[in-house]
């Protein structure tokens, strides 16, 4: 059976320090991995990897890809109270036909200033 | 730029009532639709995804359907609310091909509690 493993559950910090979420999985016919932070409502969408060893950036946020080890990090540097969210983590897989994604259970962020 | 909108945003509905949640997409054609639902300190569920207009295919046993009568409409209902279908339902929509076929956009969402 297809999964995706997010640690730790939950996290809590101080702003400006630097925090690592992992992601691992075990699917079939894996095609991506993508990160994405929710806050109150919807999942905003954060990055998508499908090459091993290529960082992708955005601002304080990085992410890279291991498909050797099956396993993503996600690090925030210089933490704010903004980035308090749930971090989602979910791979594609081809299945049926389509491109499904299996999310992980995510990862609570609290930054506490 | 695409836009996704749900509604309503929340709901209370006794066990035993009947169910319809709305999701419109625009400035996009022809996408694959997508209705997720998220239990409480749990990842995402996906329960149909639509490849077209009429076409839905689903995911998990259920008392739920989809519909999509329009190609960016998808509707989700329930004839028979039970009190495990309380949770957050999201929709969500991706391009057919290319290279952002993969991700995935979601909507606000709609917080349902059966009572």
């Known amino acids: 059976e297809d999964k995706v493993v997010q640690s730790p559950l939950s996290l809590v910090v101080h702003e400006g320090d630097t925090v690592t979420l992992n992601c691992s999985y075990e699917?079939?016919?894996?095609?991506?991995l993508l990160w994405y932070k929710q806050e109150k409502k919807a999942p905003t969408f954060l990055f998508m990897l499908t090459s091993s060893g290529i960082e992708k950036k955005s601002g304080r946020l990085s992410s890279i890809l291991d498909k050797k080890e099956l396993f993503s990090i996600l690090n925030i540097t210089a933490t704010q109270t903004g980035d308090s969210a749930i971090y989602l983590c979910a791979v594609v897989t081809f299945s049926g036909g389509y491109n499904k994604l299996i999310f992980g259970a995510g990862t609570r962020l609290a930054v506490h200033p | 730029s695409q836009t996704i909108h749900q509604w309503p945003a929340t709901l209370v509905q006794p066990v035993g009532s009947p169910l319809s949640l709305e999701c419109t997409v625009e400035?996009?054609?022809?996408?694959?639709l997508y209705w997720y639902r998220q239990a409480a300190g749990r990842g995402l569920q996906l329960l149909f995804y639509?490849?077209?207009?009429?076409?839905i295919s689903s995911e998990v046993p259920q008392n739920l359907s989809a519909s999509r009568p329009q190609d960016r409409q998808f509707i989700l209902s329930s004839k028979k609310l039970l009190l495990s279908d309380s949770g957050f339902y999201l929709c969500a929509w991706s391009d057919i091909g290319g290279p952002t076929a993969y991700e995935q956009y979601f909507g606000p969402g709609t917080r349902l509690t059966v009572t």
């Open positions: 400035g996009t054609s022809n996408p694959n």
């Open positions: 699917v079939t016919n894996f095609r991506s």
């Open positions: 639509s490849v077209g207009i009429g076409q």
